[in-house]
Each structure stands twice: as C-alpha cells, then as structure tokens.
C-alpha cells in the first residue's frame, strides 16, 4: 500500500504529559512553536484526532515562519469537527475523515464549510484506508499532531515513521492527564513499537528527540 511518509511530532512534559488534567497544553516554549511552524511548512498534510479539535481548537496553519499552509486533515468517526471550529475557517484545504457510522446530517454540514469528506471505516475511521487516500491526493509527507488516542491508532497501526518529541522541563502529573501514546497500550514492552533514536538536540529550554521507527512484532 502506497502511504505518505509520517512523522509523529508532540511536546510533552518529563513526566510524559501532552496536557494537563485540565487540559492545559501548551507545553512547547516559544522556540519549540517556531520549529513546528517550520516543520507545518514543509508538509503536504498535517492531520489531528477530534479530541484535539474539541479540546484545543487549533488553526493548524503556518504563521511563525513564511510558508505554505498543509492540507488539514481531521479524523472523527462522528462527524463531530464544530461548525465554529478553526480547521473549518477556509484558510487552508480541510479533510475530514468520517466512518460509516457518521450521521448524514453532520456530514453535510462539513461539506457546506468547505471540508472535503472521507468516509472509511465501520466504528473507527479506517487509518491504513485514510493515508492511501491522502497518497492518491499527492500528500507524500504528513504530520501527525496528535493526540493521545490517535497517536496510539497510528502507531499500533504501523503507520508512523518518525517520532520527533520536545520534552519541555516541567513536571505536571495527574493520572488523568493524556500521555504521548493512550490507547489500550501493549502488555509487554517487548512486543512495543520499537524506535530508533537518531538525533539528540535542544530548542530553547526544550530537549528535542528524534527517532526512526524501526516497527514492532505485530507489523
Ligand atoms: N502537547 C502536544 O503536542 C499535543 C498535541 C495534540 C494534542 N494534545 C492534547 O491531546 C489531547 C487530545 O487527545 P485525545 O486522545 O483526547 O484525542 P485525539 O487523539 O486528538 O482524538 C482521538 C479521537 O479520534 C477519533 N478517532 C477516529 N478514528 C480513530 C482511530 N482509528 N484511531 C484513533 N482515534 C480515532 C476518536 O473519536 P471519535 O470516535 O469521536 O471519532 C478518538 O477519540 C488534548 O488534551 C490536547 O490538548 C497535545
């Protein structure tokens, strides 16, 4: 199967926290914003889970940096993505990524903001089925912005490349706060997504990690 190339980015806290337990993400320091605008310019796609639209409501566009914006690609089973919501503003393409189970309504109000829908998937949005798509559309290179749920429905999935993860010096804690990866989670670290660590850096106050994944058992 053809797919773009996928690169994981987050920036999460030491303790391993993409957001607070109230939801609080901003976690990146202003230099670690800008290497994400950068980053934003030079793919084709950037794609989110609807948790991220609903909680953190982002534009997913470049403005730090001069560039063009990525196609946005939204991925809610539900049709869900608000009306109001800055993915539906017209200042980039949207895709929203629907299953079967989607209300029609829902769907077509999407369509009336502008979005391009795709519909794959009986429950969940069908992801392998999803990223072809987006191939045959000409994205080569897609950012996966999270969030916790999604990045757990790519990775078990086999289909992320690249993890790039700014740990900012802060500790949040909170058992309910989202974690880097949520999901079901493995039973054994041995049968985990195996990374590579590739590169080491700092950005602003941040460490930057980036790693080459190498796959796991069930790949
Ligand atoms: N620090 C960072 O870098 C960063 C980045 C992004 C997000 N965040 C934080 O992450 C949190 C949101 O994470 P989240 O886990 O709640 O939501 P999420 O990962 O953004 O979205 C998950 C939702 O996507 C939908 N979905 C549809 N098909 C799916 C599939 N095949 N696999 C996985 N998900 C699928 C599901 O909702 P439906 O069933 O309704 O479709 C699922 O609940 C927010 O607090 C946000 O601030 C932090």
Known sequence: MARP????????????????VAGDSRISCEEDLDRVHRLRASVDAVMVGVGTVLADDP?????????????????DSLAKTPRGAK?????????????????????????????????????EVDLPML???LYALGVRKLLLEGGSTLNWGMLRQGLVDEVRVAVAPRIVGGEAARTLVGGEGFAKVSDGVEIELKN????????????????????
């Open 87 to 123: 993915v539906l503003d017209g200042s980039a393409q949207t895709i929203v990524a629907v299953s079967r189970r989607a209300p029609r309504r829902n769907v077509e109000k999407l369509r009336a903001m502008g979005a391009r829908v795709i519909v794959g998937g009986d429950k």
């Open 200 to 219: 080491v850096g700092r950005v602003g106050a941040d460490l930057l990690l980036t790693y080459r994944v190498k796959g796991w058992r069930g790949a």
């Open 59 to 75: 534009s997913l566009t470049v403005r730090r940096t001069r560039g063009k914006n990525p196609m946005r690609v939204v991925v």
């Open 131 to 133: 990223l072809e798509r």
């Open 5 to 20: 190339y996928v690169v994981l980015n987050a920036a999460m806290t030491l303790d391993g926290k993409i957001a607070t």
